[in-house]
């Protein structure tokens, strides 16, 4: 089976050259800023920057008619090489998920309310937090585009932070290496971490199950209190940081230099400060993130509608861009987003798209995939939550489609090949159908940049007629 799939994307690879797109569109190490005054003017001018990390140079990619005024309610996930942002498009359309590829291309992703603190872990999980209901419980995204809930180390509840039940969290960052997510939050009261302080800010370490569902063992937590005997420290932006740390951002009331930029430890959750900024400006310290390609951070000052670099160790004014557009309104109560491109280990991408439709149960089978999409690269096709047994296609096509099919959509066409599988699990059992198809593509530099589009379809007599379709992946190789 595993030759015969190989052979299937090699042959549609060689039939598919006049697809040819880039993967993602992002250059790696650039900057972009998700802000209710992007174009500057005023707080209302909202929408997303790209940004230039050496000259500053800026370029409005999309003018949003409403954003989220809270944090990480953008991040760029590497799996799909998309930003994945909340907001309106226009002032006709509600506030919800969508994804952007790097020359402005925005799709929804069919996720209704409002999200903030996404944290995407590479592999096509992205963590996130509903703003609208802050008593909800932790979500995420998995890679075929389904929403599930982050649940307890027993996994028969939905996790909550111990003791901090329906406190508003102030982004969140997932680290491969300790597969956990370190969630920021405000001054708080005692009960946040065990004989801490009421005016420090706050990180919880949310260790995780293999699988990434449960969070599998204790939280611990650790504080930092930036401004002693304040209680206004708000955490702003997370990001990863030189020498395997985190990087957070911190924001306070007072325009005295102090040390709002700080490193995380993810192994031992120790936070230690990296550089210290003051005035001018600093009482508006709205975003900030690591920059690889300056080897600093750096640092949004809403209040000097300007975006400032320091090193490590440095303090004071620090080395402010020159930026040809506007970064804000010039205002001190604007809540932003600023992260770095970074593409991780591998420059091609996996995008779920579209619905699928059910078969028996209800169950919409789903598909995804898994590996490196480049040249000469190893692939892993996963198919689940179809009926036990059933025989199905796999259909690869040059483009992505939206047409009527047996009472469900086809969402790629025109079809190059398709392919005879059939899933294992329990015979006419709903959902207990399940397959993986290893596969690799051909190893031509040549083919860097083009697309393939896949979905599956199966027999189920438990369907409106008779098929069940998964939900589509564009597959980009970088």
């Given amino acids: 089976m595993s030759t015969t799939l190989r052979t299937v994307l090699c042959l549609c690879l060689l039939t598919s050259l006049a697809s040819a797109q880039p993967a993602g569109g992002f250059t790696a190490g650039d900057l972009f800023l998700y802000s209710p005054a992007a174009t500057g003017g005023s707080a209302t001018e909202k929408g997303i920057l790209r940004i230039d990390p050496i000259s500053g140079a800026t370029t409005l990619m999309v003018d949003l008619a409403n954003i989220l005024q809270t944090d990480g309610a953008i991040c760029y996930d590497s799996y799909r090489q998309r930003l994945l942002f909340c907001g309106a498009l226009d002032f006709a359309s509600p506030t919800e998920m969508h994804q952007m590829d790097g020359a402005g291309n925005i799709t929804q992703l069919g996720f209704g309310g409002s999200f903030s603190n996404m944290a995407p872990t590479g592999d096509g999980r992205v963590y996130l937090y509903r703003h609208s209901a802050p008593t909800a419980p932790f979500q995420y995204i998995d890679a075929a585009n389904q929403m599930h809930v982050l649940m307890d180390a027993a996994g028969s509840a939905p996790f909550f932070v111990p003791g901090v039940f329906g406190y508003p969290f102030r982004g969140m960052i997932h680290d491969a290496g300790e597969n956990a997510l370190f969630v920021a939050a405000s001054d708080g009261p005692a009960t946040m971490c065990p004989g801490g302080m009421t ?224 899933v294992g699990g329990t015979p006419g059992v709903a959902g207990a159908g399940s397959l993986d198809l290893p596969a690799s593509l051909p190893a031509d530099p040549l083919l860097s940049g083009f697309s393939l589009y896949l979905q599956t379809g199966f027999q189920d007599a438990g369907a409106a007629v008779n098929v069940s379709l998964s939900n589509a992946v564009e597959l980009d190789i970088g």
Wanted: aromatic share 4%.
């Fill in 199 to 422: 005016d420090a800010m706050n990180v919880f370490k949310l260790p995780l199950s293999a699988d990434g569902t449960r969070v599998a063992g204790p939280v611990t937590c650790s504080q930092y209190d930036v401004h002693v005997g304040d209680d206004n420290e708000r955490p702003v932006d997370w990001s990863r940081g030189p020498g395997g740390k985190l990087m957070l951002v911190v924001d306070t009331n007072s325009g005295a230099q102090m040390e709002r930029v700080l490193l995380v430890d993810p192994v031992t959750l120790v936070i230690t400060p990296y550089a210290a900024n003051g005035n001018p400006g600093a009482a508006a310290t709205n975003g900030g993130c690591y920059s690889s390609a300056l080897g600093k951070a750096v640092i949004l000052d809403t209040g000097a509608n300007v975006l400032i670099a320091y090193g490590q160790g440095e303090t004071g004014a620090g080395q402010a861009f020159t930026t040809p557009g506007e970064v804000s309104g010039g205002g001190s109560n604007e809540t932003a987003t600023l992260l770095q491109i970074d593409h991780g280990a591998c420059d091609g991408a996996f995008v779920p798209y579209g619905v699928g439709l059910a078969g028996s149960g209800g169950r919409v089978p789903t598909l995804s995939l898994s590996g490196c999409s480049v040249p000469g690269g190893s692939l892993s096709v996963h198919i689940a939550d179809v009926v036990g047994g059933a025989p199905g296609l796999m259909m690869v096509g040059s483009d992505a489609a939206n047409l009527p099919f047996k009472g469900g959509t086809l969402l790629t066409s025109p079809l190059i090949l398709s392919l005879d599988i059939v």
